[in-house]
């Protein structure tokens, strides 16, 4: 009886090693999945940049609109990792080698994105610029001559 409690407990090491094999292989894809959604993120901002200074609208949006489904892509990928990280990673050393790749690709992100907001926001200053100076013009409020203004400008003082 005492034997049976304990296999109840502790499961077959022959039913669980396969299982944790799987589980271990399907979060090693899920990681290089991650590695790969990034690389491809870091393709699409340096694309961004070269739209944000060719001044190409319709190109920055849509980057913009990948940019967005690769960021969701990478959010459900972590959500499935995390709770497999937690549970199947063997050692602290496969563990420290996935964290450090991925990080380095986040961090090269970061920094990416950052200078491609800088860089727009620069080329919008810009714009914003060119449209004072076109607001500026002398001669887009000034009326015609021939215009009729509906009010006399001379007056006769002679009687």
């Known amino acids: ?3 049976a409690r ?3 407990v502790q499961p077959d090491d022959e039913v669980q090693t396969p299982q944790r094999v799987a589980v271990l292989k399907r979060f090693w894809e899920l990681v290089y999945a991650q590695q790969e959604r990034f690389r491809l993120y870091l393709v699409v901002l340096d694309k961004q ?3 944000i200074e060719r001044g190409s609208i319709e190109n920055i949006i849509a980057y913009i609109e990948i940019e967005e489904k690769i960021m969701a892509e990478i959010v459900s990928i972590r959500k499935v ?5 937690a549970s199947y990673v063997e050692s602290p ?3 420290r080698i996935q964290a450090s790749v991925l990080e380095v690709l986040k961090g090269e992100v970061v920094i990416r994105s950052k200078q491609n907001r800088e860089l727009l926001g620069k080329r919008m200053a810009g714009l914003r610029s060119e449209i004072q100076a076109l607001r ?3 001669y887009t409020g000034r009326l015609s001559v021939y215009a009729d203004p509906g009010v006399s400008s001379f007056l006769d003082m002679q009687g």
């Open 93 to 95: 050393e496969e563990d």
């Open 1 to 3: 009886m005492v034997a």
């Open 6 to 8: 304990e296999r109840l």
């Open 81 to 85: 990792i995390g709770p497999l990280e």
């Open 136 to 138: 500026k013009n002398p």
């Open 49 to 51: 940049r070269d739209a």
